[in-house]
């Protein structure tokens, strides 16, 4: 072994990390907590999808709303803007860790907000709620990883939220029959 090898960290690329197949195993188990959660919907679905014809939001349909939806659904379109951003951005700038905690806020009340949301099954918590519960535990996990400089851990962790918490879900809300669905698409 040369001294240049033992002096100097190796550098993994993000495929080797680890990363992706963790992120691929998180990915299949949200998708199969909706797809359980949706069992016997998945008919009307898919024929709902079919008649979906693009439209303004329709803002009567959103006043209608909860205020428990009314700020999840502003809480997570704004993580998702602001989390989209913080994803082009160089790190490690003041701007990185003010929006990081601007962008950790809102995931918080996103996910928050999500234990007073029951509309799908009645006055109770469904299946989703389980990715609420993964939010609420990786989040502060992922603060701690970058108060302990484990750059590589928070980035993991954060990545992970944005992708499978927000993106991947902005997905699952466009289920038809969902608020967004209809909004925007019904």
Known sequence: MSLQSQTQPRTRGP????FGPRFALSMAAATLVVVLAL??????????IGQARPHAPD???FEALSPAIKIHLFAALAALVLGAVLMAI????????????TWV????VTAGSTLFITSLTPGRWSLLHLLT?????ILPLAVIAARRHSVAQHRRMMMGLFYGGFA???FFALIPGRTLWTMFLG
């Open 133 to 137: 519960g993964w939010v609420l535990i």
């Open 59 to 61: 803002l009567a349909l």
């Open 90 to 101: 160089r790190k490690g700038r003041r701007f990185h860790r003010v929006a990081g905690w």
């Open 39 to 48: 069992g016997p919907l998945w008919g009307p679905i898919v024929r709902a």
């Open 105 to 108: 806020a809102l995931v918080a």
């Open 15 to 18: 495929l080797r990390s680890g």
């Open 168 to 170: 991947i879900n902005l």
